[in-house]
């Protein structure tokens, strides 16, 4: 079986997040997501809407989704592989190359963004619609 993780925060869930994980589950048989917990979020000043109990939820529903894990901080990610028998690591192209350390674990792989959504683009227009 082969097994890919990938990492975010996955809050205000749109269909970009679906296509990422759709592409991520493509390249494997199981696919494993680590979610920011709150504190972690708190850590990297960064609010989510949903909390971290609501937001695994939601991705436990996702079919592309096989399991669900925190995301607890930024070191953790070499166990993370290791742990759970990672054979593909993804994350989107806007990280190109950070994760790269990886490459002595697992296969590291940067997908492309899907054009056009972003969960700060759904933020920004909900403040000038609130307006």
């Known amino acids: 079986?082969?097994?890919v993780l990938t990492y975010g925060?996955?809050?205000?869930?749109?269909?970009?997040?679906?296509?990422?994980?759709?592409r991520a589950r493509e390249l494997g048989d199981?696919?494993?997501?680590a979610i920011s917990t709150d504190e972690f979020n708190a850590i990297k000043?960064?609010?989510?809407?949903?909390?971290?109990?609501?937001?695994?939820m939601i991705l436990e529903a996702i079919r592309y989704v096989d399991e669900v894990?925190?995301?607890n901080?930024?070191?953790?990610?070499?166990?993370?592989?290791?742990n759970h028998d990672i054979d593909v690591f993804v994350m989107g192209d806007d990280w190109e190359g950070e994760f790269d350390?990886?490459?002595?674990?697992c296969e590291v792989t940067?997908?492309?963004?899907?054009?056009g959504i972003s969960t700060t683009k759904i933020k920004k227009e909900l403040l000038v619609t609130a307006k």
């Open 73 to 82: 901080n930024w070191e953790q990610k070499i166990n993370d592989v290791k």
């Open 110 to 115: 940067y997908l492309p963004r899907t054009v």
């Open 45 to 56: 000043n960064k609010k989510a809407y949903h909390n971290y109990e609501n937001r695994k």
């Open 30 to 33: 199981y696919l494993v997501v």
């Open 9 to 22: 925060t996955f809050d205000l869930l749109h269909w970009g997040h679906i296509n990422l994980l759709r």
């Open 69 to 71: 894990i925190p995301e």
């Open 1 to 3: 079986m082969k097994k």
């Open 101 to 105: 350390f990886l490459k002595d674990y």
